[in-house]
């Protein structure tokens, strides 16, 4: 029927109703407006998104401008992994392959997102061009991906011999728009009677229906009575099997495990940020040391000796060396959020003040736990670092570069790049788990390792829950502070009363305990699910409804 095939995405390679609808809500429920029936959503699965917030909801334009981002937010590392391929979609691809047809894919939704999903699902290498919209808002419209694909397939002269299949009548509309045919995917989101209305030339009403487009080019008015007749055969049969109580045959998608070169890829993106931090901190410390040492101290360039003669130099290259990583790393992480499109949620002196609190109140319990523990004496060589590292320095070096500078450069490092891809490739609970043991490893020494492990914790659940680095960079800042002058504190309140130090455990805790019950079990409107729950859910409505949810059309996730 045709050389070339361009094929939509949503509703017509695989089923991603569940993740729009789910992101929907909760946008919903960032605005305000909370709704906990998804089949009332189905609406929002095909039309352009902002234009349906405003429909749907009444919002303003900047209003539906806030509902996009909030909905982006979700589908950027859950929404666009709540999605299938249709059965036998593969296999089909693989028949018009084999046929010599030329496939592509032209979806409204952003590039980044489509390449995403079909790397996901194994279906990348069966389309030769994949087109999509861009993150800055051009090309949302379904007839500009289409010319988009036409461009760069070299066909915008020889329309005839491409044909477009999708879902909606958006998809029918916008391959007429750009003249070419569109065959509509019935088994999709818009149903026959909506395709029929919109002018397709064809109606596949199953995966299996599109065998059809591997058909040889001669004989066009043929190929519509065949098409015709397997359908007819096709109904006689589903028919039979309703009658004789069979089952209709399914093929199930054998998700194939990731590849060496896969886990290889995915291992590099995780641990690399730690790799450069390491490698810069260490190179920036010693090397300034060394050259500092060769001009001061006259040639000395041994570090422990000219860290013992400027002790202060461990803080100021430590500072450097951050600035270097914020500087660097903090970049990547920007273009990480476009690339995965993270808005940075709003937030309050409420949680900045939790986030503070919780921090402060836990590392000072976990401080005294440990040393109750006796493990500071098995493991000995904690105390000698801790003496090493604030023994003689300046307070006001400690706070800028310890407690200001290195605490910006491990979040951005460990929660802003470790946890949110591992969060992308593995979910949540490994992100929190991965993130958190890193960070611990990272310290080094087996004392420090356990408080960076529970405090790494504390931080990956803050920046899960509150999805603003901000609030993460603010807990590690204010418990590294609190760290630098707790000694001295604590000798204060000894000195003053005999249950000073009792009293300031008793306040830790008091902060600790006030600052996750804010973050945590205080109830809110807007609820973050995990990977985990989104999958109980979508299983559980599944099973409530044999009808399928409603699907996307591409342009449902047009950017803001």
């Known amino acids: 029927m045709s050389d070339v095939i361009i094929f939509d995405l949503d509703g017509t390679l695989t089923d991603s109703g569940p993740g729009i609808t789910k992101c929907v809500q909760y946008a919903l429920n960032y605005m305000g407006k909370p709704e906990k029936d998804l089949d009332k959503l189905r609406s929002f699965v095909g039309p352009p998104l902002h234009e349906q917030f405003m429909?749907?909801?009444?919002?303003?334009?900047?209003?539906?401008?806030?509902?996009?981002?909030?909905?982006?937010?979700?589908?950027?590392?859950l929404g666009i992994y709540e999605n299938e391929v249709y059965d036998r979609i593969p296999e089909v691809l693989q028949l018009l392959k084999e046929k010599g047809k030329v496939l592509a894919v032209a979806s409204s939704k952003p590039f980044v997102f489509v390449e995403e999903i079909l790397s996901y699902?194994?279906?990348?290498?069966?389309?030769?061009?994949?087109?999509?919209?861009?993150?800055?808002?051009?090309?949302?419209?379904?007839?500009?991906?289409?010319?988009?694909?036409?461009?760069?397939?070299?066909?915008?002269?020889?329309?005839?011999?491409?044909?477009?299949?999708?879902?909606?009548?958006?998809?029918?509309?916008?391959?007429?728009?750009?003249?070419?045919?569109?065959?509509?995917?019935?088994?999709?989101?818009?149903?026959?009677?909506?395709?029929?209305?919109?002018?397709?030339?064809?109606?596949?009403?199953?995966?299996?229906?599109?065998?059809?487009?591997?058909?040889?080019?001669?004989?066009?008015?043929?190929?519509?009575?065949?098409?015709?007749?397997?359908?007819?055969?096709?109904?006689?049969?589903?028919?039979?099997?309703?009658?004789?109580?069979?089952?209709?045959?399914?093929?199930?998608?054998?998700?194939?495990?990731?590849?060496?070169?896969?886990?290889?890829?995915?291992?590099?993106?995780?641990?690399?940020?730690?790799?450069?931090?390491?490698?810069?901190?260490?190179?920036?410390?010693?090397?300034?040391?060394?050259?500092?040492?060769?001009?001061?101290?006259?040639?000395?360039?041994?570090?422990?000796?000219?860290?013992?003669?400027?002790?202060?130099?461990?803080?100021?290259?430590?500072?450097?060396?951050?600035?270097?990583?914020?500087?660097?790393?903090?970049?990547?992480?920007?273009?990480?959020?476009?690339?995965?499109?993270?808005?940075?949620?709003?937030?309050?002196?409420?949680?900045?003040?939790?986030?503070?609190?919780?921090?402060?109140?836990?590392?000072?319990?976990?401080?005294?736990?440990?040393?109750?523990s006796g493990l500071r004496q098995i493991f000995g060589g904690y105390k000698e670092i801790s003496e090493n590292t604030f023994e003689n320095q300046n307070l006001i070096l400690l706070v800028i570069c310890i407690g200001i500078l290195s605490s910006m450069a491990e979040e951005i490092v460990f929660r802003g790049l470790v946890y949110t891809r591992t969060r992308v490739y593995l979910g949540v609970g490994w992100a929190v788990g991965l993130s958190a043991a890193a960070f611990g490893v990272y310290h080094g020494n087996m004392i420090q390792f356990l408080y960076a492990l529970l405090m790494g914790i504390l931080f990956a659940l803050i920046y899960e829950k509150t999805g603003n680095l901000l609030s993460t960079i603010l807990a590690h800042m204010a418990a590294n502070i609190w760290g630098i002058f707790s000694d001295i504190i604590f000798d204060y309140a000894v000195r003053k009363t005999s249950y000073g130090e009792i009293i300031i455990l008793v306040l830790m805790g008091i902060l600790a305990l006030g600052g996750i019950w804010y973050l945590f079990i205080k109830k809110e409107k807007q609820v973050t699910e995990t990977p985990e729950e989104s999958k109980q859910e979508t299983a559980s409505e599944s099973e409530e409804t044999s009808e399928p949810e409603e699907k996307t059309e591409n342009e449902a996730n047009k950017p803001s």
């Open 55 to 77: 429909t749907y909801c009444g919002f303003t334009s900047e209003e539906a401008d806030t509902a996009v981002e909030q909905y982006r937010e979700r589908y950027a590392t």
């Open 121 to 372: 699902f194994k279906l990348r290498d069966y389309f030769t061009v994949v087109v999509g919209s861009e993150l800055d808002g051009r090309r949302t419209a379904k007839a500009e991906v289409i010319e988009e694909a036409l461009q760069q397939l070299g066909y915008e002269k020889q329309r005839e011999r491409v044909l477009m299949v999708g879902d909606r009548q958006y998809d029918v509309k916008g391959a007429q728009e750009c003249g070419i045919q569109c065959v509509g995917a019935a088994y999709g989101y818009g149903g026959r009677a909506e395709l029929e209305a919109a002018g397709a030339a064809y109606i596949a009403d199953t995966v299996e229906d599109l065998g059809i487009l591997a058909e040889a080019d001669d004989g066009g008015d043929e190929k519509v009575s065949n098409f015709q007749a397997k359908k007819t055969r096709r109904e006689r049969r589903h028919k039979a099997r309703e009658a004789s109580g069979q089952p209709e045959k399914s093929f199930q998608i054998n998700k194939e495990p990731l590849s060496p070169k896969d886990i290889g890829r995915m291992l590099w993106d995780i641990f690399s940020p730690i790799l450069f931090h390491y490698v810069c901190l260490i190179g920036v410390t010693f090397l300034g040391i060394f050259v500092t040492g060769a001009i001061i101290l006259q040639g000395k360039t041994d570090y422990m000796e000219v860290v013992a003669q400027l002790p202060w130099l461990s803080s100021v290259f430590t500072g450097i060396a951050s600035l270097i990583i914020i500087y660097f790393l903090g970049r990547v992480y920007q273009r990480e959020k476009v690339r995965l499109s993270i808005q940075t949620k709003q937030w309050n002196w409420k949680i900045a003040a939790a986030c503070v609190a919780s921090a402060i109140g836990m590392g000072q319990l976990l401080n005294k736990a440990i040393s109750l």
